[in-house]
């Protein structure tokens, strides 16, 4: 099997709009967290200003679903001037899209299902989303993980993943390992995904989430997944997938372990983190980079920091308002190989 030489990763600003969503995942901490109002406009530019003094490239706008149909929601859109979420999102992607060229931030929308018009309402400033398959076990959907998740049904899941298709909307996907589901349906979601991929070539990455138990949740005495269980998923993916499409494991996640997800077939990082809760000392994202870049050397790959626009994807059909002027600046600024590109980004 051949190899990839470039491993990536992106460094990244996690923003959570809200903790409010019509789930009830049974390993989600969303349900008994404080339930914050959407923030304004000016705490909005307020993050987009740190996130690039952090040094970040994406900011992740993350938030749950089905939230128009969410009173203290729908009240706080209403109080703002909006009729409805993705229309306060749409606004959003347009502050992100307005960053200065000297050092371009990018999104990436990871808000769960969406409809093909909302797509296509937010299609002129939108960069790429995240939809995770997650499961596509059909005990998952009767069990504590998803039994109060409607959201979470593979088929509304597959259907947001294939309308993205249909608009060339980029679309990062994956799995949740280690939430009961059998090894059979693991097999079937890597062939739906591969399957996809074959129509509209638009899925441009998979990523492998790992379980992790919650105190508080319904499924905090569930086990989590061994490294064995999260190494032969890693395996089973690049068997099963085609080759351009990368795998993600996230390395702050598994700093203990990168050489081996390197060596299970891993190419990509995902986004490492540059906040922490409210946590901005660089050290700690550093740390998970420079341990990368070691592992990557002795395994004979190099490391290079990513937008989250796959390479493949800085093309006009993918991202039309970006491409060529912020996209190229953009490419240009961070396609330097570590170590050089996270000492410009910190001088």
């Given at each position: ?205 998979f990523e492998i989430q790992t379980f992790w ?135």
């Open positions: 099997m051949p190899q990839l030489k470039t491993v990536h990763y992106c460094l990244s600003y996690p923003l959570v709009l809200t903790r409010h969503c019509a789930n009830k995942c049974g390993y989600c901490s969303y349900p008994h967290s404080e339930k914050r109002t959407l923030p304004s406009k000016k705490s909005l530019l307020a993050v987009i200003r740190q996130a690039i003094a952090l040094g970040a490239v994406q900011v992740e706008l993350i938030a749950g679903e089905g939230l128009d149909s969410i009173y203290a929601v729908s009240k706080n859109l209403r109080y703002f001037g909006y009729a409805s979420f993705i229309d306060y999102l749409h606004d959003l992607l347009g502050y992100v899209e307005c960053t200065n060229s000297n050092h371009p931030l990018f999104s990436l929308v990871n808000v769960g299902n969406l409809g093909f018009a909302e797509l296509e309402r937010l299609r002129p400033k939108l960069c790429a989303v995240q939809v995770m398959l997650e499961s596509v076990d059909v005990e998952v959907q009767s069990s504590d993980a998803h039994r109060d998740a409607p959201c979470k049904v593979p088929e509304r899941r597959l259907e947001t993943i294939l309308q993205c298709g249909r608009l060339a909307i980029p679309v990062a996907t994956g799995c949740m390992l280690g939430i009961g589901e059998s090894e059979a349906s693991q097999v079937e979601a890597l062939e739906i995904i591969a399957q996809v991929h074959q129509r509209y070539g638009h899925i441009q990455s138990p919650q105190p508080g949740t319904l499924m905090a005495n569930h086990p989590a997944p061994s490294v064995d269980d999260l190494l032969t998923m890693i395996v089973m993916a690049r068997d099963l997938l085609p080759m351009d499409i990368p795998i993600i494991v996230k390395a702050q996640e598994h700093p203990a372990i990168i050489k081996e997800l390197l060596q299970a077939g891993v190419t990509d990082f995902g986004g490492i983190s540059v906040r922490r809760e409210d946590e901005t000392d660089p050290s700690f994202w550093k740390a998970t980079i420079e341990r990368a870049r070691i592992a990557c050397e002795e395994q004979g790959y190099q490391l290079h920091s990513r937008l989250p626009l796959h390479p493949a994807y800085y093309q006009h059909q993918y991202y039309p308002s970006g491409y060529p002027g912020r996209l190229e600046q953009a490419h240009q600024y961070h396609r330097t190989p570590h170590p050089q590109a996270l000492q410009a980004q910190h001088p």
